[in-house]
Nanobody, 122 residues
Framework: QVQLVESGGGSVQAGGSLKLSCKVS???????VAWFRQGPGKEREGVAF??????PRYYSDPVKGRFTISGDGAEVFLEMTGLKPEDTATYYC??????????????????WGQGTQVTVSS
């Protein structure tokens, strides 16, 4: 049974940094992993994606240049710098075992973690 557990959320001031962790277990081969976020009253959106076997990494435009996804099949990180109040959201880790047609789509066949809250104050 695939399980994902996020940690590392918290409250920071604008301009600060946080590093989220996603521990993945119960898989038989390395997954594709994405980070999503859902802000208050907003839809869930993909922010970063990687193939834990290697290859390019992808970012949504609002976070490009500020967020970095890294890791291996067992643990994936999302390092967030230059945080802004609009980054406030619950952040979710998601794992897939086939390349998703659209990694940004939360309706893709992902396994999900429980989420970790990130709050950025101005």
């Amino acid at each position: 049974q695939v399980q994902l557990v996020e940690s590392g959320g918290g409250s920071v001031q604008a301009g600060g940094s946080l590093k989220l962790s996603c521990k993945v277990s119960g898989y038989t081969y390395n997954p594709y992993v994405a980070w999503f976020r859902q802000g208050p009253g907003k839809e869930r959106e993909g922010v970063a994606f990687m193939d834990t076997n290697g290859g390019p990494r992808y970012y949504s435009d609002p976070v490009k240049g500020r967020f970095t996804i890294s890791g291996d099949g067992a643990e994936v990180f999302l390092e967030m710098t230059g945080l802004k109040p609009e980054d406030t959201a619950t952040y979710y880790c998601a794992a897939a075992f086939n390349w998703p047609r659209n990694w940004r789509d939360p309706q893709s066949p992902y396994y999900w973690g429980q989420g970790t809250q990130v709050t950025v104050s101005s």
